[in-house]
């Protein structure tokens, strides 16, 4: 089993910044993509961006440009540093992983840090 756990959430203003940690532990060999997916009270989840375990990355259009993820593989833990926050981007924010392959893979995710933006 794999264990993520997220931390850096918190209340910040419009146009402030915050970044968020996940760290893996557990049955960590073979995770080839982590990520960040938010949900909104009463939106469905949704993606902000994603990073192979090559470094490659992928952000959903409303972040980018915004957002940065990053990760540090000598200590399992994947990074979203997010600037210029909107109100919009409140929500709570999840860590993922996934572990195997890209055809068959097991998701995993974290309990989530709640994100507000607000003036």
């Known amino acids: 089993q794999v264990q993520l756990v997220e931390s850096g959430g918190g209340v910040v203003q419009p146009g402030g910044s915050l970044r968020l940690s996940c760290a893996a532990s557990g049955s960590i060999f073979s995770i080839y993509i982590m990520g960040w997916y938010r949900q909104a009270p009463g939106k469905q989840r949704e993606l902000v961006a994603t990073?192979?375990?090559?470094?490659?990355?992928n952000y959903a259009d409303s972040v980018k440009g915004r957002f940065t993820i990053s990760r540090d593989n000598a200590n399992n833990t994947v990074y979203l540093q997010m600037n210029s926050l909107k109100p919009e981007d409140t929500a709570v924010y999840y860590c993922?992983?996934?572990?195997?392959?890209?055809?068959?893979?097991?998701?995993?995710w974290g309990q989530g840090t709640q994100v507000t933006v607000s003036s």
């Open positions: 990073i192979t375990s090559g470094g490659r990355t």
């Open positions: 993922n992983a996934k572990q195997g392959s890209a055809f068959s893979y097991r998701n995993y």
